[in-house]
């Protein structure tokens, strides 16, 4: 949608520094963003007091982010608000969303069901319902891969569209000196953690070093397990294709990955793929035709076989492959499924800056705007001083009248009637004033109305008094 320059506010749990395929999507994905113009802005954990994620501490949780997310929202009033995560910063940008009307987009970026019951066994039923109403409202889930579409489609949950990756095709380069290796490497790079599925890769008979850039809570045990794999730990980004030119197989063991931006950053440096035909590999290397050779990698249930047949495979053609996903085509597709978070015309509260207060400091500010009112009705309006007056005098008549205590609290509600009838006429005036001293006849009939309703309000509340008297004086 975006042909012009938006203000865009994007919420994500996962930031730096994290080094994740969500962190860098939305690296990549924002600074494409800018400088195409777009003023872009992001909440993220580093703003919040956060804790770190059970059984994932690399993730920090901000801690009750809700009156903080909602004032980030306030003032920077987006144009359009995207939503990349289901943690607490999301569910804290969703909550406000819906109850303020705003229109929202959203991302699936991880099986998050499946992970959750690969570390806890909670049925996915379970973790479904949880994402079907996190995505509920969303006017669209941004996806990475047409089968992840097909899944949330299956589950009902909300809008899916297709949002594919890309890859950095100057960073993750050939090395046109590489020389071939004595034994093969096998090289597998990412989280080192259950839900990675790496003993898949780790146990296999191959012919050939294997080698692991990452780390993660199951790194110590598979370090004992498997003494002889070469675990060289974490890595930055520009010092990955580094370690791919060096590999002749890239190993992705994952089967809950949606995507797996590796798999493309080792592509792009000519690094064929070997897989499991699952979610994510059928999508980026793809599953050729019984007539064509695999392009970018091989996918196969037997992953050494996998292996294997990827050796054979020219690095040339797989870079050829892998330089069919660009950041800049991805990103066009992001701005394609952005929503307004409002219509131009409409009234959000977001845009009231004096709606910002709750709790005890909106009752404090309440009460102090109260009592300025008062102050400025006394000082300026006679006809409310001169109602004061009058209440000063019929209220002490109510209390010390010998009527009932019912008759006593009508008498006295119908003084305060006619003060708050009295001081909202007295708003109207103001507000009327505010537009324009000019006479109009629009601008005096609202006058008269005001003044008609203060009218009444006297009327009726000596009606009552006259009432209660001649109840007293002449009882029946």
């Known amino acids: 949608?975006?042909?012009?320059?938006?203000?865009?506010?994007?919420?994500?749990?996962?930031?730096?520094?994290?080094?994740?395929?969500?962190?860098?999507?939305?690296?990549?994905?924002?600074?494409?963003?800018?400088?195409?113009?777009?003023?872009?802005?992001?909440?993220?954990?580093?703003?919040?007091?956060?804790?770190?994620?059970?059984?994932y501490p690399e993730i920090r949780l901000a801690l009750f982010p809700s009156a903080r997310v909602a004032e980030i929202i306030r003032e920077t009033a987006p144009d359009i608000l995207h939503i990349a995560t289901e943690g607490?910063?999301?569910?804290?940008?969703?909550?406000?969303?819906?109850?303020?009307?705003?229109?929202?987009?959203?991302?699936?970026?991880?099986?998050?069901?499946?992970?959750?019951?690969?570390?806890?066994?909670?049925?996915?039923?379970?973790?479904?319902?949880?994402?079907?109403?996190?995505?509920?409202?969303?006017?669209?889930?941004?996806?990475?891969?047409?089968?992840?579409?097909?899944?949330?489609?299956?589950?009902?949950?909300g809008n899916p569209v297709y949002w594919p990756r890309g890859v950095e095709l100057d960073l993750f380069t050939p090395d046109d000196k590489r020389k071939p290796h004595k034994k093969p490497i096998y090289l597998s790079v990412g989280r080192v953690a259950v839900e990675k599925n790496l003993e898949a890769f780790l146990s296999l008979d191959l012919d050939g070093e294997k080698w692991v850039v990452g780390d993660g809570p199951a790194m110590k045990k598979l370090k004992a397990k498997y003494p002889d794999v070469n675990f060289i730990g974490t890595k930055s980004k520009e010092d990955l294709p580094y370690y791919y030119n060096l590999a002749d197989v890239f190993v992705f063991p994952s089967k809950t990955d949606t995507f797996g931006l590796v798999l493309l950053e080792a592509m792009a440096c000519g690094v064929p793929v070997a897989a499991f035909p699952v979610t994510g590999p059928i999508d980026v290397v793809g599953m050729p035709e019984a007539s064509q050779a695999p392009q970018g990698g091989v996918l196969d249930h037997d992953l050494k076989v996998a292996c294997e047949a990827a050796l054979s495979l020219p690095r040339?053609?797989?870079?050829?492959?892998?330089?069919?996903?660009?950041?800049?085509?991805?990103?066009?597709?992001?701005?394609?499924?952005?929503?307004?978070?409002?219509?131009?015309?409409?009234?959000?509260?977001?845009?009231?800056?004096?709606?910002?207060?709750?709790?005890?400091?909106?009752?404090?500010?309440?009460?102090?705007?109260?009592?300025?009112g008062l102050v400025f009705a006394i000082n300026e309006e006679s006809a409310f001083r001169q109602e004061l007056i009058l209440a000063l005098i019929l209220v002490p008549v109510a209390v010390y009248l010998p009527v009932t205590y019912m008759e006593k609290t009508v008498m006295i509600a119908s003084v305060m009637l006619v003060l708050i009838v009295e001081l909202l006429n007295s708003s109207v005036e103001a507000a009327i004033d505010r537009?324009?001293?000019?006479?109009?006849?629009?601008?005096?009939?609202?006058?008269?109305?005001?003044?008609?309703?203060?009218?009444?309000?006297?009327?009726?509340?000596?009606?009552?008094?006259?009432?209660?008297?001649?109840?007293?004086?002449?009882?029946?």
């Open 316 to 372: 040339d053609k797989v870079r050829a492959y892998a330089e069919t996903f660009s950041w800049d085509a991805a990103t066009s597709l992001f701005e394609s499924h952005l929503v307004a978070s409002r219509a131009d015309t409409t009234y959000n509260i977001i845009d009231n800056p004096h709606k910002g207060n709750k709790g005890i400091s909106r009752a404090m500010r309440a009460a102090k705007n109260s009592i300025a």
């Open 435 to 476: 537009i324009s001293f000019d006479h109009h006849g629009l601008s005096k009939r609202a006058k008269d109305y005001g003044s008609a309703a203060v009218f009444l309000a006297l009327a009726l509340c000596g009606g009552i008094y006259a009432a209660v008297l001649v109840s007293f004086l002449w009882p029946v």
């Open 88 to 157: 607490p910063l999301g569910m804290a940008a969703r909550n406000y969303a819906v109850r303020h009307n705003l229109n929202f987009s959203t991302a699936y970026h991880t099986r998050f069901p499946e992970y959750v019951h690969s570390r806890t066994m909670i049925p996915l039923s379970l973790t479904y319902m949880f994402i079907r109403w996190f995505h509920k409202h969303s006017k669209a889930v941004m996806v990475p891969t047409p089968t992840v579409l097909r899944d949330l489609q299956t589950w009902k949950i």
């Open 1 to 55: 949608m975006a042909t012009k320059q938006f203000k865009i506010l994007i919420v994500s749990d996962a930031w730096y520094p994290q080094v994740n395929g969500v962190v860098r999507t939305l690296t990549y994905t924002r600074n494409i963003l800018t400088s195409r113009g777009h003023e872009v802005t992001m909440i993220t954990p580093d703003l919040f007091r956060s804790f770190p994620c059970p059984t």
